[in-house]
């Protein structure tokens, strides 16, 4: 999800957008907000408990799970500064928070959206080598280098996101569709520029997720038609049982996004087409 903006974003189809929202009737509200308030407070307890049994259990501290744990903290920080906002709107029917907080929202909307996508990548990259590149896994996720890799993803992602405002190329404003504060770009040279960043940084990430997990699961069949006579390959299979459980549960976060970017580019040519209530439901799984 980009958070530039959806369609032309005028005040017509805001205004009509608006009008949706506050058109529902009680129980709407109800089963909307309940639904909302329910899928936070699972992604906040799921990922919290995913977060302490691996800092519970000293085995699992290597660099597969330095990357779990950095995709499980975004979902934790949209969980906590971005969700309670749309919770509140869902409920309220209207945003009721400042500008300042809507340009905080729109902003980490955007840097967390990112993030997951990226830290999925390098998630499938680190499976891919352990699987079928032993040396240079063994090279290139070192525990400090995973570290230094996710800090430097997220440093370029929050440079590319922040630049723009730094330099007043963008705005904000509340999209009552989403239930969100929405950026958009101000000239032509700064939607084409960033557009074609991060399009280009999201197609590259999931064409690195899609190759890097075929060639796991390839590597998984293979191995499952060879008999381990030795400890050796007994280890390798207890390394290609990881990969598949880590494949189920980067696949799992990959295919909820999916849904998501068909859905932002269909706003792109029509910010009416698609009813509020898929929207909002698209958006609550992603």
């Known amino acids: 999800m980009n958070n530039i903006d959806p369609g032309d974003a005028s005040v ?3 205004a009509i957008l608006q009008e949706q ?22 992604a906040l307890v ?27 903290i975004t ?5 906590t500064f971005v969700m309670p906002l749309t919770i509140d709107a869902v409920v309220n029917s209207k945003r009721r928070f400042n500008d300042s907080v809507c340009k905080a929202h729109a902003f980490a909307m955007a840097v967390l959206a990112q993030m997951s996508v990226y830290l999925m990548a390098l998630t499938a990259f680190n499976r891919y080598a352990c699987v ?15 570290l230094i890799t996710i800090a430097s993803v997220w440093i370029v992602t929050l440079l590319v996101n922040g630049l723009p405002n730094v330099l007043s190329l963008d705005d ?11 950026r958009r770009m101000m000239s032509p040279a700064a939607i084409y520029g960033f557009n074609a960043w991060l399009y280009g940084s999201f197609i590259v990430a999931y064409v690195v997720i899609v190759v890097c997990y075929w060639k796991v699961f390839r590597a998984v069949a293979q191995h499952n038609a060879v008999v381990a006579p030795n400890l050796n390959q007994a280890c390798h299979a207890e390394e290609l ?17 999916i849904p998501a970017e068909i859905m932002d580019t269909m706003d792109k040519i029509n910010p009416l087409l698609l009813p509020r209530q898929v929207r909002n439901l698209i958006f609550s799984f992603s």
């Open 12 to 14: 017509d189809v805001l």
């Open 21 to 42: 929202l506050e058109a529902r009737r009680k129980v709407t509200v109800a089963i909307e907000s309940t639904v909302l308030i329910a899928i936070n407070i699972a």
């Open 46 to 72: 799921g990922n919290a408990i995913l977060c302490y049994i691996i800092h519970r259990n000293g085995r699992l501290h290597n660099a597969t799970t330095i990357l779990i744990v950095s995709l499980a």
């Open 75 to 79: 979902d934790l920080l949209t969980a």
């Open 132 to 146: 079928s590149r032993q040396n240079l896994y063994k090279k290139i996720f070192t525990k400090r280098r995973t």
């Open 172 to 182: 904000f404003f509340f999209c009552p569709g989403y239930l969100l504060c929405w």
């Open 241 to 257: 049982s990881v990969a598949k459980a880590v494949a189920a549960i980067v696949l799992s976060f990959t295919i909820c996004w």
